[in-house]
Nanobody
């Protein structure tokens, strides 16, 4: 199994940037696709982005495409989410999650992910 821990959340002004990190335990991280989800108060958890185990394939929600970038460093068991040009609507708790990547299409539904971190708060002020 994989244990995940998010970090890098905080307060940022509109138009600013934050970089989130998702650190995984163990030696099998390179076999897992890693996604990011977020949840704002009163809203359902929504998909943000996902990156394949190899780092070759990525997918982004339309709401963040062109502003957010996901990358991974398997040697350091870490996935990063670079968030630029942030908006107040980006506010929420951000979670990283994983599933075993066997080469199937990238998953975008939270229910299809097996392991989750505890989340990190991101707040964007106007």
């Amino acid at each position: 199994q994989v244990q995940l821990r998010e970090s890098g959340g905080g307060l940022v002004q509109s138009g600013g940037s934050l970089r989130l990190s998702c650190a995984a335990s163990g030696r099998t991280f390179s076999n897992y696709a890693t996604g990011w989800f977020r949840q704002a108060p009163g809203k359902e958890r929504e998909f943000v982005t996902v990156i394949s185990a190899s780092g070759i394939r990525t997918s982004y929600a339309d709401s963040v495409k062109g502003r957010f970038n996901v990358s991974r460093d398997n040697a350091k068991n870490t996935v990063h989410l670079q968030m630029n040009s942030m908006k107040p609507e980006d506010t929420g708790v951000y979670y990283c999650a994983t599933y075993l990547d066997l080469g199937s299409p990238l998953r975008v539904r939270s229910a299809t992910y097996n392991y989750w971190g505890q989340g990190t708060q991101v707040t964007v002020s106007s």
